[in-house]
């Protein structure tokens, strides 16, 4: 496993595991396979829904809890100072333990000014030992950093092979904070299977498009959390730390990139009704 360390110092897998999608009544049981092949860092967040499974999972896998690394996140209906302090307490609560290793803003809506500033509360209660956004596209996530004592140590946001957020990058590298991708493997699209450019580049390796989607944005410093229900699809996106892609394999699949969502576009107000009405907010 390679780490990364964060603008505070604390050091984060550049892998970890996500439960979007994941059932409440699957959660523990994937989390403890996710585990036992080898993951540290699990994601969820308060609008997953799984939480005590992902708390379940941290009693029971018999890995030490300082040597997990686990990330949830406040959602929209939970901003404000008040209630997202009040909702820190209730995760930390269902995920079983004292304090979690990343906190992030869900999304940058609702009063997410509060939001941080409970946030800012629970890192100097040692609550949270890092904390972040996640979905915060340029402008917002400079108002945050910009106006705020703690630097977001991560802004976690839609990024594959297909959508490279190669703007983003630089951008975060102005407050030294780290990018993580959610649907790192473009959520499992047959697309990101049947590439040529993947495909081709695979067989160079005897590794599969899966592992050289997730090697290639890792080999550009960004953190991955592939999600995966199945044991050997985990033990598959594990294995990627036993080969480098070249220069010249880099520079194809950066090719690849449209620059533009396959799923959600925070700056347009019509998407975001949509998946607020999913949401019953
Ligand atoms: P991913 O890109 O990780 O793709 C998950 C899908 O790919 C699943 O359908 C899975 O199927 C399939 N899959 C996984 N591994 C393989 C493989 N090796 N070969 C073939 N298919 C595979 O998408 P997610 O959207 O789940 O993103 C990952 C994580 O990011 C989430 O779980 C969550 O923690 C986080 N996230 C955060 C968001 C945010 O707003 N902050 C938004 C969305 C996600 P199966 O399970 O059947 O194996």
């Not at 496993?1 to 009544?25: D, H, I, R």
């Not at 969820?44 to 990330?71: H, M, P, S, W």
Request: net charge negative; aromatic share 12%; with cysteine.
């Amino acid at each position: 496993m390679e780490y990364t360390k964060l603008n505070n110092g604390v050091e984060m897998p550049m892998l970890g595991y996500g439960v979007f999608l994941v059932s409440p009544q699957e959660c523990e049981r994937c989390v403890l396979d996710a585990i036992s092949v080898g993951y540290r860092s699990i994601d969820t967040a308060q609008a997953y829904f799984n939480e005590e499974g992902v708390g379940n999972a941290i009693v029971k896998c018999g890995v030490a809890r300082e040597d997990l690394f686990i990330t949830t996140k406040v959602w929209i209906t939970n901003a404000g100072y008040e209630k997202a302090k009040a909702s820190i307490e209730e995760s930390l609560q269902k995920l079983q333990t004292d304090y979690v290793d990343l906190l992030l803003v869900h999304q940058p809506y609702n009063d997410f000014y509060g939001t941080y500033r409970a946030m800012e509360e629970a890192y100097k209660q040692g609550k949270a030992r890092a904390i972040g956004l996640s979905n915060f596209y340029a402008a917002r996530f400079m108002d945050i950093a910009k106006f705020n004592e703690i630097k977001p140590a991560v802004n976690q946001l839609e990024a594959h092979v297909f959508h490279q957020r190669k703007e983003m990058r630089k951008y975060l590298e102005r407050y030294d904070t780290k990018m993580e991708a959610w649907s790192s493997l473009a959520r499992g699209g047959d697309e990101l299977f049947t590439n040529a450019v993947l495909v081709e580049t695979s067989k160079q390796h005897g590794k599969t498009p899966a592992q050289v989607a997730l090697r290639f944005l890792i080999q550009h410093g960004v953190i991955v959390i592939p999600k995966s229900s199945h044991k050997e699809r985990m033990i598959e996106n594990f294995n990627i730390f036993d080969f480098s892609l070249t220069q010249d394999e880099m520079q194809k699949i950066e090719a690849l990139d449209r620059a533009t969502t396959l799923f959600m576009n925070h700056q347009d107000a019509e998407a975001m009704e949509n998946i607020f009405a999913r949401f019953k907010i």
